[in-house]
């Protein structure tokens, strides 16, 4: 990758970044043609090619992209460390829908570049996802206090519960296009009562 991406206007970069996420989400990895993402993104297909040097350097770069920045906001918004599992889901959907705001079609690309069935690709982005997705599960854990579940919870298999039942949600929503934030945010108050009142011990 050449550095000067780096040295554009955060506009320029940002409009890139959402034009390889819009063509990518919308296609296979085969079939996203870098003329297309230049198109997008309002630069010629020979100044994308400056900046990545071939599509499977910028398909990763956008892979990263989306870990990096989920872990950014993840921490900006005060989700590792806490002791209480449901404030820091409440304060990680909080931070989902200011990567949302920012990158609208990240969270599709996510999903389909997990599913991606171009093997060199698979390979690569299997590998980057249990890195990152271990490193945000032992964050979120370290401090969790167990005593406020129920006697003899599967913590770990609550988590990841949880964590799937999120992620499908917001598969589901961005599907629809148009992503409605509120209520989105309402939906999740709802999802979160409901696991309080199954996983809490109760007083």
């Not at 390889?20 to 297309?36: A, D, I, L």
């Not at 950014?72 to 460390?81: D, N, P, Q, S, V």
């Amino acid at each position: 990758m050449n550095e000067r991406f780096f040295l554009l206007p955060t506009e320029k970069q940002q409009a890139i970044i959402n034009a390889g996420y819009r063509v990518f989400s919308q296609n296979s990895y085969k079939n996203s043609p870098m003329s297309e993402i230049a198109d997008a993104a309002g630069i010629s297909k020979s100044l994308l090619f400056h900046y990545f040097h071939n599509k499977k350097e910028l398909y990763m770069f956008l892979w990263d992209k989306c870990a990096e920045t989920t872990i950014e906001y993840l921490t900006k918004c005060g989700c590792y460390g806490q002791k209480d599992l449901f404030e820091s889901m409440e304060r990680g959907m909080r931070a989902k829908m200011e990567i949302i705001r920012l990158y609208p079609h990240m969270a599709n690309f996510t999903i389909k570049a997990f599913y991606e069935k171009d093997a060199d690709i698979s390979a690569a982005v299997q590998e980057s996802y249990h890195k990152y997705f271990n490193l945000k599960a032992d964050k979120t854990r370290v401090n969790m206090d167990p005593s406020q579940f129920i006697e003899g919870l599967d913590i770990p298999m609550m988590y990841r519960e949880m964590y799937w039942a999120s992620e499908g949600y917001l598969w589901e929503m961005v599907q629809r296009g148009n992503v409605d934030i509120k209520q989105m945010e309402k939906d999740f108050s709802k999802l979160m009562d409901f696991w309080k009142s199954i996983y809490l011990r109760k007083e």
